[in-house]
């Protein structure tokens, strides 16, 4: 009888404790939504521990082809694993922009302690653009409204999500000749979102911006310095700017090449030279719309809403061209660049996570295919080697594949194919 009574009371104190274990994980979930619902742009901007991505799902040649909800799924575990935790996407006209966020939203129920932010933009045109018509860039395209109300609608819907509105990507700068706006269109639009959020229609806490190139924001010529743009930095919560050296190692590479006494250096060295000044350069463009923003009386903060650099070029920056693109500049321009970032407490949307192969399709050495830090054949190239390593990326997959590396982790092999920049 004894020990009836000591096994019936065993059983009751185990599900006692079952109970309690239950209703402690339960509080504990219930506290991690609420935190992450009250978390606001300004605690997770310009904070080291919420990495920043550009993010586009798209895997086909084909862009009419739409990242499915578990594709989506997939690379937000792997981004996830790498420490990313705030998104920059744009394509609120595509259904991927909005399944993105409900896939977010799947994964935080099915598990409260993920945690995943975006940073949502509207496209914004010139009436006339992408037609057969001139683009008028002092008219707005009446899509421009549309746009704006979807972004409205989802942030609204997905406040716990969604922390950042950008009216426009690189929408301002002259050299987008086929769509550009001025800056009064942008003011507009983002002077409305701030009604929205004084009114209650959008949360107080969500923070407003245009994501452009660093000259649109007064950083370059003074064709740009309008008292539109003065306001519009006036307006905004914070400004989102582009920089991309890559780029000007062809269109501008006054930092670019093997300089005088460089070319003692061993090929590495040379390399490494010219890649610190890369991250320089950067820097200089960054400071450069600090300086104009400064000069208006004004000061807030400045996040870096696009950068990169591809792996491979056939173009103007591969081994015919400034030969900049391969894995081995890439991973340092990307190390410069999150260790200058983190160390001033600036978010860097960096360029991209996964390549996709729509944005030249025609052709599949292009570099606009080749901007991402995971390639297509879920290989992480020589920027995340080390993650591989550790096992950040054990039981994940991307397209039913494990994530290995690039060259299989052959060091020698890369760099066998790494151009040393131009002697000048």
């Not at 819907?157 to 950042?164: A, C, G, L, M, T």
């Not at 229609?201 to 003065?230: P, Q, R």
């Not at 190692?249 to 070319?263: D, R």
């Not at 995971?374 to 397209?399: E, P, Y």
């Amino acid at each position: 009888m004894k020990k009836f009574y000591r096994t019936i009371n065993y059983l009751f104190f185990m599900i006692l404790a079952l109970s309690c274990k239950n209703t402690t994980k339960t509080e504990s979930n219930t506290s991690v939504v609420k935190q992450q619902s009250i978390m606001k742009a300004k605690d997770i901007l310009g904070n080291p521990n919420y990495l920043a991505m550009s993010y586009g799902g798209y895997r086909q040649v084909d862009h009419d082809v739409e990242p499915t909800l578990d594709e989506l799924k997939e690379d937000l575990k792997i981004l996830s694993a790498m420490g990313v935790k705030i998104l920059r996407t744009y394509k609120v006209h595509l259904p991927q922009a909005s399944n993105l966020v409900k896939a977010i939203s799947e994964l935080k129920k099915e598990d409260a302690s993920f945690e995943m932010y975006v940073m949502l933009g509207a496209w914004i045109d010139c009436k006339n653009a992408w037609t057969d018509q001139e683009p008028d860039h002092n008219e707005e395209s009446e899509r421009n409204a549309v746009e704006i109300k979807e972004t409205v609608r989802l942030a609204a819907k997905y406040p716990d999500i969604i922390k950042v509105i950008a009216v426009g990507n690189e929408a301002m700068v002259k050299w987008a000749a086929t769509y550009y706006v001025q800056p009064g269109v942008i003011l507009k639009w983002v002077n409305h979102l701030q009604d929205l959020k004084k009114s209650g229609a959008l949360s107080k806490d969500l923070w407003i911006t245009s994501s452009d190139n660093f000259a649109s924001w007064g950083g370059g010529g003074a064709e740009y310095h309008v008292e539109d743009l003065n306001k519009l930095i006036a307006a905004v919560d914070f400004l989102s700017i582009h920089t991309y050296p890559m780029h000007d190692t062809h269109y501008n590479p006054v930092f670019w090449g093997v300089f005088g006494a460089e070319n003692d250096l061993s090929d590495l060295e040379k390399i490494d030279a010219a890649m610190l000044r890369a991250k320089g350069y950067a820097i200089s463009q960054y400071n450069s719309v600090n300086s104009y923003m400064k000069s208006l009386g004004i000061d807030k903060p400045i996040h870096i809403g696009e950068t990169g650099w591809a792996s491979v070029s056939n173009k103007d920056y591969g081994p015919k061209g400034s030969k900049a693109t391969d894995e081995y500049k890439e991973a340092l321009y990307y190390k410069h660049l999150r260790d200058w970032t983190n160390s001033e407490d600036i978010s860097l949307f960096y360029f991209e996570a996964f390549d996709e192969q729509w944005k030249d399709a025609g052709n599949p050495q292009g570099s606009e295919n080749h901007f991402g830090l995971i390639n297509l054949k879920s290989q992480a190239k020589f920027a995340l080697w080390d993650l591989v390593d550790d096992g950040t990326f054990d039981g994940l997959t991307r397209n039913g594949k494990p994530i290995t590396k690039t060259y299989n982790g052959d060091k020698n092999a890369l760099l066998k194919e790494v151009q040393i920049p131009p002697a000048k």
